[in-house]
Nanobody
Framework: QVQLAESGGGSVRTGGSLGLTCVAS?????????MGWFQEVPGKGREGVAA???????IYSNSVKGRFTISRDNAKNTVYLQMNSLKPEDTAMYYC??????????????????WGQGTQVTVSS
């Protein structure tokens, strides 16, 4: 029902910025409710970064509050993640996630039914 495609990863120095984009392709009857971003490093599992429902309610992990901004363009079925003041510990594979019914009340990977293929973000000191 839903396919997600991320873009925008890359390498940056500490303090730099990167923007990620995720475009959702969906069947006409599949209305996406929650969209979010997760990060994963080897051995740590997939951790929530930010999520947005509709275009107004947003949640962030404590580690990125004040540095990352999630936004969504419902007309384009696209979610963005603007990452500023990047730190080496932000280095990870970033995955876009979506769900048709989840109300975006938390950042638990198990609540999302659709995933992109991931895009790598590397922050060097």
């Amino acid at each position: 029902q839903v396919q997600l495609a991320e873009s925008g990863g890359g390498s940056v120095r500490t303090g730099g910025s990167l923007g990620l984009t995720c475009v959702a392709s969906r069947s006409p009857y599949a209305r996406i409710n929650c969209m979010g971003w997760f990060q994963e490093v080897p051995g740590k599992g997939r951790e929530g970064v930010a999520a947005v429902v509709g275009g107004y309610r947003k949640i962030y992990s404590n580690s990125v509050k004040g540095r990352f901004t999630i936004s969504r363009d419902n007309a384009k079925n696209t979610v963005y993640l603007q990452m500023n003041s990047l730190k080496p510990e932000d280095t990870a594979m970033y995955y876009c996630a979506a769900d048709l019914t989840y109300p975006c009340t938390g950042l638990y990977a198990g609540d999302f039914g659709y995933w992109g293929q991931g895009t790598q973000v590397t922050v060097s000191s």
